[in-house]
């Protein structure tokens, strides 16, 4: 919490209004709010792609008490629009840390709110559903807000995969290895592609609008269907991709966007969620094993249920002991399958990085 507090507004699109003090760059910021239930790691949160076009409410109280790193992150910014919270603090105890969060997040130009009561903003969340807001350290006129966020565009039908995906091809990894998986990146984390070339891949990252014939060429022996954020159905060129991809029959894996993304290729549609998974802590049993796992999600689309009935082809391998919601699936007479959490695990729990192992098997043997 800096000595010197400047006020600041946080709106939402309900009406709801709440009065705080400003953190991080001075400005203004809008998009869907929603809310991480994360007790650490919130830097690679922060950093996460799949966070694009949000504003994020964390649920833990003090946030910052570790300050900062390089190695911490999942991208090279920071990915989302604001940042709600309790106590955001400038001291840090960490000796490995590189700087404090106020001055990573004012680098970062991240227009901060804090003195909410969050966890009483999360519970509204919670009960009313997903929806767009606007913070403001700049205009505390709450008319002159309330017109701003009213052309602030719904997530449900925006495309924002392009705005996240590398704007170049580049290569990971052994370039000697007999493990070649082409990347489709969505807005693709770190520590996934960590998570292949540590187990011997040799993996090439393509733009998100990459022609399947230019994946093609690569001659990989897999396929990867990243993360990221905005509605999957808006996204027309990647779900005729990874039809082509479907065709090649080679093994292929879908971690969150690439899981809905799998689904919508195969007919089966997607949805969007009332409010959203986001945490380290989602229990998730694995239907092909009766084991339970403790996982990190971070979505806010998700693969119909009904529609997934009608498709005798799909098989469903993971569901959320939640709210029974699919979180897995693997196409029958196919070498592909996707799950909607994250088994890369960063920051969260190591429960589900078989996942990987189960990948590079699938190569090999293939």
């Known amino acids: 919490m800096p000595d010197k507090q400047q006020p600041a507004i946080l709106l939402l699109e309900d009406g709801t209004l709440c009065h705080g003090y400003a953190f991080g760059h001075i400005g203004t910021a809008t998009g869907e709010i929603c809310f991480n239930t994360g007790?650490?790691?919130y830097q690679e949160v922060f950093t996460d792609p799949s966070y694009?076009?949000?504003?994020?409410?964390?649920?833990?109280?003090?946030?910052?008490?570790?300050?900062?790193?390089?190695?911490?992150?999942?991208?090279?910014?920071?990915?989302?629009?604001?940042?709600?919270?309790?106590?955001?603090?400038?001291?840090?105890?960490?000796?490995?840390?590189?700087?404090?969060?106020?001055?990573?997040?004012?680098?970062n130009k991240i227009v901060c709110i804090e003195g909410v009561d969050t966890?009483?903003?999360?519970?509204?969340?919670?009960?009313?559903?997903a929806m767009n807001c606007i913070?403001?350290?700049?205009?505390?006129?709450?008319?002159?807000?309330?017109?701003?966020?009213?052309?602030?565009?719904?997530?449900?039908?925006?495309?924002?995969?392009?705005?996240?995906?590398?704007?170049?091809?580049?290569?990971?990894?052994?370039?000697?290895?007999?493990?070649?998986?082409?990347?489709?990146?969505y807005g693709c984390k770190q520590h996934i592609l960590e998570c292949m070339t540590e187990r011997g891949a040799y993996v090439k990252v393509f733009p998100a609008k990459t022609p399947a014939a230019r994946l093609k060429a690569f001659n990989p022996s897999g396929y990867f269907i990243s993360n990221g954020p905005g509605d999957p159905a808006a996204m027309d060129?990647?779900?005729?991709?990874?039809?082509?991809i479907l065709e090649e029959n080679k093994p292929t894996f879908g971690i969150c966007l690439g899981h809905q993304l799998l689904a919508l290729a195969n007919g089966v549609?997607?949805?969007?969620?009332?409010?959203?998974?986001?945490?380290?802590?989602?229990?998730?049993?694995?239907?092909?094993t009766g084991r339970s796992e403790i996982t990190t999600q971070n979505h806010g689309f998700g693969v119909d249920p009904e529609?997934?009935?009608?498709?005798?082809?799909?098989?469903?391998?993971?569901?959320?002991?939640?709210?029974?919601?699919?979180?897995?699936?693997?196409?029958?007479?196919?070498?592909?399958?996707?799950?909607?959490?994250h088994p890369e695990s960063t920051p969260g729990p190591h429960d589900s990085r078989y996942l990987f192992d189960q990948f590079i098997d699938m190569i090999k043997k293939s």
């Open 307 to 341: 529609s997934l009935k009608k498709a005798d082809h799909i098989e469903v391998t993971h569901v959320n002991l939640n709210d029974q919601s699919i979180e897995g699936i693997r196409i029958k007479g196919k070498p592909a399958f996707s799950v909607q959490y």
């Open 237 to 244: 060129y990647a779900i005729e991709n990874v039809k082509a």
């Open 135 to 185: 913070i403001s350290s700049e205009i505390l006129d709450v008319e002159e807000l309330r017109k701003m966020l009213a052309g602030v565009p719904s997530m449900d039908g925006l495309e924002l995969a392009s705005f996240v995906s590398t704007e170049k091809e580049y290569e990971l990894g052994d370039a000697s290895s007999t493990i070649r998986i082409a990347v489709m990146d």
């Open 52 to 107: 694009y076009g949000q504003i994020l409410i964390m649920n833990t109280v003090h946030v910052g008490n570790y300050g900062v790193k390089d190695e911490d992150v999942e991208s090279d910014s920071v990915k989302i629009r604001g940042l709600i919270g309790r106590n955001l603090e400038e001291t840090y105890s960490r000796k490995q840390a590189k700087g404090s969060l106020d001055d990573y997040l004012k680098k």
């Open 269 to 288: 549609d997607t949805y969007k969620l009332h409010h959203g998974h986001r945490g380290l802590n989602h229990p998730v049993k694995n239907l092909l």
């Open 39 to 41: 007790m650490t790691g």
């Open 119 to 129: 966890r009483a903003l999360v519970s509204h969340v919670r009960r009313q559903g």
